[in-house]
C-alpha cells in the first residue's frame, strides 16, 4: 500500500474536516489520485480526483461541499470537506485510479461519521 488516508473523525451535520492522503512520491507524480467513500453494504465510489496536473473533478453530490487539492512538496491531497451530510458518511480511501481494481492497493481507509 503505497497511500495512506487520515483525518476522519466524528461531526455534526453542517460541520467541516480535511482528510489527508500522504503518498509515495512514485505514485503522487505518476497518475490520477482519486478520494473514493464506501457506506457500510454498498460499493466503494469514486468522490473526487485530482491529476498530476491538478484538474480536478467531483461528483456532483459532493460539488460545492467538497474539494480536492494536492501538495506537491508534501506528497500530499487533501479532501476538505465543508457542510457535510449525514449521507457522507462511510470509511474514506485513497487510491491512484490506476491502482483501484487491484485489491491489495487498498489502505485501511479512515471513517467520517456524521451525525443528524
Known amino acids: 500500500v503505497q497511500l495512506q488516508a487520515s483525518g476522519g473523525g466524528f461531526v455534526q451535520a453542517g460541520g467541516s474536516l480535511r482528510l489527508s492522503c500522504v503518498a509515495s512520491?512514485?505514485?503522487?507524480?505518476?497518475?490520477?489520485i482519486g478520494w473514493y467513500r464506501q457506506v457500510s453494504g454498498k460499493q466503494r465510489e469514486l468522490v473526487a480526483a485530482?491529476?498530476?496536473?491538478?484538474?480536478?473533478n467531483v461528483v456532483e453530490s459532493v460539488r460545492g461541499r467538497f474539494t480536492i487539492s494536492r501538495d506537491n512538496a508534501a506528497n500530499t491531497v487533501y479532501l476538505q470537506m465543508n457542510s457535510l451530510k449525514p449521507e457522507d458518511t462511510g470509511v474514506y480511501y485513497c487510491?491512484?485510479?490506476?491502482?483501484?481494481?487491484?485489491?491489495?492497493?487498498w489502505g485501511q481507509g479512515t471513517q467520517v461519521t456524521v451525525s443528524s
Open positions: 487510491n491512484t485510479l490506476s491502482m483501484a481494481g487491484y485489491p491489495d492497493s
Open positions: 485530482i491529476t498530476n496536473g491538478g484538474h480536478t
Open positions: 512520491e512514485a505514485y503522487f507524480n505518476r497518475d490520477t
